[in-house]
C-alpha cells in the first residue's frame, strides 16, 4: 500500500470482513488524502485523527475502529504517522496499538494523548515497543496509566534502542514509576525528550527530583525534559543545579508549575553562570519573584551565551525584577525569548519592555505582551504566544498551521 487510495481500499476491505461499520472519519481522512496525493504525491502519509477536529469530525473513534484500522495499517510501509488523540480509545484499543507498534515497519509517530488509556492498555502499548525498531516518538499523556503503566514503559525503555521521544504527561504516575524512569536512564543512550509532568506524590521529601537529578548527572543524550507539577522547592532545585554543571547534553528545562522561590532562582542563576548549553528554562507559575529575577539577569547580563528562552511567567515579579530582565536583554545578544505575562506590571516595566519591543531588539512573535499607550502611559496586554502554544491543540486552519512547525517540541 504506496498511496492513500489503496490503503482505503484495504480499510473497506478489512470492516466488510470484520462486519464493523466503516467509520466516516476515517473515509473522509483517507478520501482527502488521496485527492491531495494525485496533485503532490509523497512517499509517506501522516494520518491525522484526532477526535477533537470539528471540522472533519462530530464523532470520535472507538475501540471497535481499532480493529480495523490497526489491521489496514499492520503492513503498511506508506503511513509513517499516526495521530489518535483526544477519542475514545480504551485499554482494549489499546491492545491493538500495541500489536501495531509490534509489526509495523514504517510508523515512526504515534499520538494517542487524552483518551481513555488506562494501566492495561499501556502495558499493550509498552509490551509492543519491546520488538518495535522503527517508532521514534510517542505520546501518552493525558491517560491514566498510574504507577504500573509508568513501570511497563521504565521496562521498556530497558530493551528498546528506537524511542527517542517519550511523553508521559498527566498520566498518573506514581513515586516508583518516576524513580524506576530515572533510574533506566541512568544507562538508556537513545532517549532525547522525556515528559513525566504531574506525577502523583504522596512525600515532601523530593525523592523523585533526586533520583532525576542524579540521573542527569550521568546521562549524556537527555535533550529536553520535563518535570512541571513536582511539587519542588529550592532543596530539590539545589539538587538539580548541582549536577546539571557539567551535564553538556540538556538544552531544555522545563521546572514550571513548582514552589520554587528566590533561593532555587538564586541556584539556577550558578548553573546559567556556568554557560552550560542549556538554551530554554521555563520557571513559569512559581514564585521567585524581584529577587530571583535580579539574579537571574545578573548571570544573564554578564556570563551566559547560549540560553534564547527564559520563562517567567507568573512568578509574582513586581517592576525591579523585570526592569532587571530588560537590562540583560540588552546586553544578552543571544537571549531572544521572554515571557512575562502574569506578573506585577509596574510602570517601570511597562516602559522597559515598551522600549524593547519599539528598538526591534524583542519581537512580539517571542513574548507574552504587547505595549499600547492610554492617556499618555505605557501598558501591556497579553499575546497568546506561550512556549508550549500547540501542545494540546493543533490548529486546522490560518497562519498558525505553518508556525506550529517550529514550535518546541513538548
Given amino acids: ?121 499501556a502495558e499493550h502499548i509498552a509490551r509492543g515497543l519491546h520488538t518495535n525498531e522503527t517508532l521514534t516518538e510517542l505520546k501518552v499523556n493525558g491517560n491514566k496509566i498510574g504507577n504500573k503503566g509508568g513501570m511497563m514503559f521504565a521496562s521498556a525503555l530497558q530493551i528498546n534502542t528506537g524511542v527517542e521521544q517519550l511523553d508521559l504527561g498527566d498520566a498518573d504516575l506514581g513515586t516508583e514509576s518516576v ?52 511539587d519542588m522547592r529550592d532543596f530539590g532545585t539545589e539538587r538539580l543545579v548541582e549536577t546539571l554543571r557539567d551535564n553538556m547534553a540538556l538544552s531544555y528545562l522545563d521546572l514550571s508549575c513548582n514552589r520554587i522561590t528566590r533561593d532555587g532562582a538564586k541556584h539556577l542563576s550558578t548553573l546559567l553562570k556556568r554557560n552550560t548549553p542549556l538554551q530554554v528554562l521555563d520557571l513559569g507559575f512559581n514564585r521567585i519573584e524581584d529577587d530571583g529575577a535580579i539574579y537571574l539577569s545578573e548571570a544573564l547580563k554578564h556570563f551566559n551565551t547560549n540560553l534564547h528562552t527564559l520563562v517567567l511567567s507568573h512568578n509574582c515579579i513586581r517592576g525591579n525584577g523585570l526592569v532587571a530582565v530588560a537590562d540583560a536583554m540588552r546586553t544578552n545578544s543571544t537571549l531572544y525569548s521572554v515571557f512575562i505575562w502574569g506578573n506585577e506590571l509596574e510602570e517601570s516595566a511597562c516602559v522597559a519592555f515598551n522600549d524593547l519591543i519599539e528598538s526591534a531588539r524583542l519581537d512580539t512573535e517571542q513574548t507574552d505582551v504587547q505595549p499600547y499607550v492610554v492617556d499618555g502611559r505605557v501598558h501591556l496586554s497579553e499575546l497568546s504566544h506561550g512556549i508550549r502554544r500547540h501542545y494540546y491543540w493543533t490548529p486546522s486552519y490560518g497562519p498558525d498551521v505553518e508556525k506550529k512547525k517550529d514550535d518546541l517540541l513538548m
Fill in 1 to 121: 500500500m504506496s498511496n492513500p487510495g489503496a490503503i482505503l481500499d484495504r480499510y473497506k476491505e478489512v470492516c466488510k470482513a470484520e462486519g464493523i461499520p466503516a467509520h466516516k472519519y476515517i473515509i473522509k481522512v483517507l478520501g482527502k488524502a488521496q485527492e491531495d496525493y494525485i496533485s503532490e504525491p509523497s512517499d509517506e502519509m501522516t494520518l491525522d485523527l484526532a477526535g477533537n477536529n470539528k471540522l472533519l469530525t462530530d464523532t470520535r473513534l472507538e475501540d471497535r475502529d481499532m480493529v480495523t484500522l490497526c489491521q489496514t495499517l499492520a503492513n503498511s510501509t506508506y503511513v509513517s504517522s499516526l495521530d489518535l488523540r483526544y477519542n475514545n480509545i480504551t485499554d482494549e484499543g489499546a491492545k491493538h496499538l500495541g500489536k501495531l507498534i509490534e509489526t509495523s515497519v514504517s510508523l515512526r509517530f504515534l499520538n494517542v494523548m487524552c483518551n481513555d488509556i488506562g494501566p492495561d492498555g
Fill in 179 to 230: 524513580i524506576a524512569l530515572a533510574t533506566i536512564l541512568h544507562y538508556n543512550k537513545f532517549l532525547k525528550v522525556l515528559n513525566v509532568n504531574r506525577p502523583l506524590l504522596f512525600t515532601h521529601q523530593e525523592e523523585t527530583t533526586v533520583h532525576m537529578a542524579n540521573m542527569l548527572k550521568v546521562n549524556t543524550t537527555l535533550r529536553e525534559i520535563h518535570l512541571q507539577k513536582y
